[in-house]
């Protein structure tokens, strides 16, 4: 909303298992609606460790790598809507590449009830091109 700029725009969220819910501030009229979104599970890409854990009880050395997998941040973003991709600045940051006050990059695609967001193509340790996906299902409209 163009009104919006230059401005802060506080919205509430929670996270219930794999539902994220937003819900922005109410209407000049009361109405408050909520928009709630369920990650999709990306099954396929799942890492031996991550396999290993579904079902079963999880050793020392495997929570320890898990935990060493989980990346968090949080902070306010710009959207460039014409090149289809957003730009994190990380106020707070926990396992992360960066640290707080850098930028991360991710495209975006909405796709009915889907939002995707995906990193810029990297190389990983052994020179193969890799990219990292997240899917997100909208379940209610607000």
């Known amino acids: 909303m163009p009104s919006f700029a230059g401005t802060n725009q506080e919205r509430r969220f929670t996270i219930t298992g794999n539902r994220l819910s937003l819900r922005p501030p109410a209407a000049a009229n009361g109405d408050q609606r909520t928009l709630t979104w369920e990650r999709v599970p990306d099954l396929p890409n799942l890492t031996p460790t991550h ?16 935990y060493r997998s989980y990346t968090s941040y949080f902070g306010p973003y710009t959207v460039n809507e014409s090149g ?10 926990f396992n992360a ?13 909405f796709s ?8 810029p193509p990297t ?16 379940l209610s409209t607000p």
């Open 51 to 66: 396999r290993k854990l579904i079902g079963s009880t999880s050793t020392p050395d495997e929570t320890m790598a898990t």
């Open 84 to 93: 289809q991709f957003l730009t994190h600045h990380l106020d707070a940051a």
């Open 97 to 109: 590449t960066a640290p707080a006050g850098s930028d991360f990059q991710r495209f975006y695609e």
């Open 112 to 119: 009915a009830n889907r939002l995707t967001l995906k990193t």
């Open 123 to 138: 190389k990983d340790a052994n020179g193969n091109d890799t990219q990292l996906t997240i899917t997100w299902e909208r």
